[in-house]
Nanobody, 124 residues
């Protein structure tokens, strides 16, 4: 079992920045690929960014490339999502996920563990 706890969400104005954190506990964190997804009201959960278990490979949704950065610190069992130039349409609950996959995937069902989510609200 892996337990994931997100933090760092909040209210920010358009153009602002937030840094989300996801702290993991339980089984070996470093053996899991990690990803961030988000879900807005009435919409499906969508992939935002992912990072391989060693951190050597990252993947981003086209809509966030150049603005968001995912990173991980295996010594701290934590994955981060730095979000810059935020837009109102990015208001959503952001979820951290862990998956025992070789490569980062964009499909939610391939991830084994999920956090409870953290709300990000971007005002216009």
């Amino acid at each position: 079992q892996v337990q994931l706890v997100e933090s760092g969400g909040g209210l920010v104005q358009a153009g602002g920045s937030l840094r989300l954190s996801c702290a993991a506990s339980g089984r070996t964190f470093s053996s899991y690929a990690m990803a961030w997804f988000r879900q807005a009201p009435g919409k499906e959960r969508e992939f935002v960014a992912g990072i391989s278990w060693r951190g050597g490979s990252t993947r981003y949704a086209d809509s966030v490339k150049g603005r968001f950065t995912i990173s991980r610190d295996n010594a701290k069992n934590t994955v981060y999502l730095q979000m810059n130039s935020l837009r109102p349409e990015e208001t959503a609950v952001y979820y951290c996920a862990a998956g025992s996959v070789v490569s980062v995937t964009t499909t939610p069902k391939t991830y084994d563990y999920w956090g409870q989510g953290t709300q990000v609200t971007v005002s216009s």
